[in-house]
């Protein structure tokens, strides 16, 4: 079970809730009705052909499909006092309502070529609308909390509402053909389309006035939309779909979702024709109000049974594993549907002492609550138990209720999450209205291929709409569809799910980043490098070459990654190593063996491994380097502590007289720290020019800078070692590497033809960031791509810094000063 609580400002206030679940109890109404209206009254009140009936409730779906990701684009990119989604789910409610009205105005007596023209084209119009309303509502949903619990909490909620949709929508077989209620089947469509309308204009406008997700904040980087910019908008909603399709977890809740929800849709009239044509031999008296109270009663155990289980388990277990238990449960609940509607099991039961109680007691309640539902108008909410109750069709409901109620629950929190994902992967703005249009453009494709096919699957079995009874042949096939269908889509989404991995510790993980990177960026000035920038970056003018820079912006996270790979696969020229392991600290003495395995590691991947200091273990390096014939630069580690510096330079000494020294370092950043004056580190290095043997070159590292300010180190130095950090100095990793090159040669023009050589450069993977330059494992990856190829193309030496990730640096630099190695404290390496 998780044991992490939500924090207060996380948790959604019930207001916002109950209006977010009232806009769902829409989204379940309008598609509910329109289904019923289409896939069943189409057929009995119009006599429509069931494959036209199909064709009309599928093909506009395709259309309705298309239009989500332009308006998730839209409403991504949209910046107003109100918002960028409430003003569409504002009007989009109003628009379908009435819309939704008209569509269903069809005379009693209408041609069938004009009742496919009119359904058709009011309902496209009609999509629109729908559209406008239903896909910022969704990306709202997933930008309301950005706790892991909290979305499963939320989408429970307003899911559980939307199920006293599916309370409803089933009576509409009952009302409308009611004698009582209505005069004719078209009369009660047209009726009900009123009152559903009217639902939709009055709770759709509810999310938009109470709802609060980032409307209010100041999101970046959103793109201009108007006429003027069609074109270039239309590029970018492509490169968006493009790059949301390679988000793998979006695709696999896609992809389920699509199994389980389609599977189900496919059949959900066929339950109803099971009752009336199998169980009732096509009286639709005497089946009565038993399809309805069928469909209601899994709605009601979804809504206040299922659903609350579902959020309950995920916290415990995790969204995932909830989602394939509830997924294999609903596959036990559809095999089951074989014998609970099967006519002489029910019949059987009835007759035993237990069907015999459960139908007195029933009888009871009806007896007393009939003439009053008949007073009022409502006889078609009355039972009649003489001919006995179905009970057994109820059996397998508390089980396959699992499947639609589990599923929505869950997957709209995963995608929330995975909207998380993708921001820490691709930066802002984030793009909810994306993902969500993107994950009900699967559902609808897959709805409009249900409708189709169930047309599809009646006309097959035999079904005759207009027919009083089916024959035995039509129905047995029917009830196997039934089962079949959602059972074996079901299956394979529990197969998809098996393999998603975004679990509650990397969502937390991501969320903690994703925090990181909007706090207000912290100057460290331990550092030292942000002192001397007395320029902006606009000043340089600095824009990346594509002679060397690569281009990143259409690259998916997997794709930057292998390059990542490939890269590091090349080897470099050199890497810093850093041998401290976690709890250990510069104090610490360390142990051949430590050095060696590390040394292991990154052997394949460099010709040269750099050290900074000759005592406390650290004497074991050039030793293990060169007995992985590997060259090496050795420093021996300056400070004010004479004492300490007599020490290392002994020991540097030492080093080099054994042939383990190719290039001698002495002092790193021993004047960008202020610890020793210009003179004394002149002092230092002639006097171990005067103790090394001959041919060795002797150096001194510091910032690049700091050879710019003092050129008489250029002088003393065989060979000029810079220390080049983009990062440090707050530049945008857009332009790091342009910077980078700009303090090479900045250095290069001044070296006195001398070899230069950058002794430092590299990128976090995350931690705080320092002006423009953002910590990442995205931006990590890109600058160290980057770095090599410019490097490799203009034969660049440089180390790469650094090679693990060392947890002491957090005491000296912050967070960021422990995430700077391609490798990371546990010795893995980082970027999988």
Same mark, same amino acid.
């Given at each position: 079970m998780s044991d992490k609580i939500t924090p207060a400002e996380a948790k959604v206030p019930i207001g916002q809730k109950a209006a977010f679940g009232a806009g769902h109890f829409i989204l379940n109404v309008l598609p509910g009705t329109l289904g019923v209206f289409i896939q069943f009254f189409l057929l009995t009140a119009w006599g429509v052909d069931p494959?036209?009936?199909?064709? %009309?409730? #599928?093909?506009?779906?395709?259309?309705?499909?298309?239009? !989500?990701?332009?308006?998730?684009?839209?409403?991504?990119?949209?910046?107003?006092?109100?918002?960028?989604?409430?003003?569409?789910?504002?009007?989009?409610?109003? %628009?379908? #309502?009435?819309?939704?009205?008209?569509?269903?105005?069809? !005379?009693?007596?209408?041609s069938e070529s004009y009742i496919i023209w009119h359904v058709m084209i009011l309902q496209l119009l009609f999509l629109i609308g729908n559209t406008m309303f239903a896909t910022p509502l969704v990306g709202l949903g997933y930008e309301m909390t950005p706790d892991y619990h909290e979305r499963t909490r939320l989408m429970a909620f307003s899911n559980t509402m939307g199920q006293i949709a599916w309370m409803i929508v089933p009576w509409l077989y009952v009302i409308i053909p009611d004698s009582d209620t209505f005069s004719t089947k078209p009369e009660g469509v047209r009726t009900m389309a009123l009152i559903v309308g009217c639902l939709t204009i009055v709770f759709g406008i509810l999310p938009s006035l109470f709802c609060k997700g980032m409307d209010a904040g100041e999101m970046e980087d959103r793109e201009r939309i108007s006429f003027k910019t069609l074109a270039k908008n239309l590029k970018k909603l492509w490169e968006g779909i493009v790059q949301v399709s390679k988000n793998k977890p979006f695709m696999k809740l896609c992809g389920a979702t699509f199994l389980v929800f389609n599977g189900f849709q496919l059949v959900a009239a066929f339950g109803v024709f099971i009752i009336v044509f199998y169980m009732y031999n096509g009286s639709y008296d005497m089946a009565g109000t038993w399809p309805a109270w069928f469909n209601t009663i899994n709605a009601i155990i979804t809504a206040f049974i299922v659903i609350p289980i579902i959020s309950k388990i995920a916290t415990r277990i995790g969204k995932r594993n909830a989602f394939l238990l509830s997924t294999f449960l609903s596959i036990v609940g559809y095999v089951l549907k074989w014998w609970g509607f099967d006519v002489e099991l029910n019949a059987q039961f009835n007759e035993t002492a237990l069907g015999q109680s459960l139908t007195e007691g029933l009888g009871t309640i009806f007896n007393f609550l009939n003439p009053h539902l008949e007073s009022i108008g409502a006889s078609w909410f009355t039972i009649n138990v003489e001919d006995g109750v179905p009970w057994l069709i109820f059996l397998p409901i508390p089980l396959f209720a699992f499947g639609m109620g589990g599923l929505f629950t869950l997957m709209m929190s995963m995608t929330a999450d995975v909207c998380d994902l993708d921001e820490l992967e691709n930066g802002l703005p984030r793009k909810e209205g994306t993902f969500g249009a993107i994950y009900w453009l699967m559902v609808k494709l897959g709805q409009s291929i249900a409708l189709v096919l169930s047309g599809v699957i009646l006309s097959i079995v035999g079904f005759v709409p207009d027919a009083d009874v089916q024959t035995i042949e039509t129905m047995y096939n029917l009830r196997i569809a039934d089962i079949v269908v959602p059972a074996g889509t079901a299956a394979i989404a529990f197969i998809i799910m098996w393999s998603y991995n975004l679990d509650e510790d990397r969502v937390t993980e991501i969320g903690a980043e994703l925090k990181r990177r909007k706090v207000k960026p912290k100057v460290i000035t331990s550092s030292g490098y942000l002192a001397h920038k007395n320029f902006s970056f606009s000043e340089l003018n600095l824009q990346p070459d594509l002679k060397y820079d690569l281009d990143f912006s259409n690259q998916a996270a997997s794709e930057i990654k292998n390059l990542f790979h490939s890269t590091l696969k090349k080897g470099l020229h050199g890497i810093c190593f850093s041998p401290y392991e976690e709890g250990q600290d510069l104090d610490d003495e360390l142990s051949e063996e430590q050095i060696s395995r590390r040394m292991r590691i990154i052997q394949p991947y460099t010709k040269w491994v750099r050290s900074f200091s000759c005592t406390k273990g650290n004497e074991y390096i050039p030793k293990i380097a060169k007995q992985n014939n590997l060259q090496t630069v050795v420093g021996a580690w300056i400070s004010n502590d004479q004492d300490k510096n007599e020490a290392e330079i002994n020991e540097l000494v030492r080093l080099a007289k054994a042939g383990l020294v190719d290039i001698a370092v002495v002092g790193n950043e021993v004047l960008l720290r202020n610890e020793l004056s210009e003179a004394e580190v002149l002092t230092y290095i002639q006097k171990v020019k005067d103790l090394l043997p001959p041919g060795i070159p002797v150096t001194y590292v510091d910032s690049y800078y700091i050879f710019d300010q003092y050129p008489s180190l250029i002088k003393a130095c065989d060979v000029i070692l810079i220390n080049c950090y983009p990062f440090w100095e707050g530049a945008d990793i857009d332009v790091s590497n342009a910077y980078l090159r700009y303090m090479y040669h900045l250095i290069k023009q001044q070296a006195e033809g001398k070899p230069v050589i950058i002794s430092e450069t590299g990128w976090p993977s995350d931690g705080e960031s320092t002006e423009n330059a953002d910590p990442s494992n995205k931006n990590a990856m890109k600058y160290f791509i980057n770095v090599n190829h410019w490097a490799n193309q203009e034969d660049v030496e440089f180390f790469y810094f650094s090679s693990f990730d060392e947890s002491w640096k957090i005491h000296h630099e912050g967070d960021v000063g422990q995430r700077w190695g391609i490798w990371d404290k546990t010795e893995k390496l980082k970027y999988k």
């Open positions: 494959l036209w009936a199909g064709l %009309l409730g #599928g093909l506009p779906r395709i259309f309705d499909a298309i239009t !989500d990701p332009i308006m998730g684009f839209i409403t991504d990119n949209t910046k107003s006092r109100w918002g960028r989604r409430r003003p569409y789910i504002f009007f989009g409610s109003i %628009l379908s #309502g009435i819309l939704f009205f008209l569509m269903w105005q069809l !005379d009693d007596n209408a």
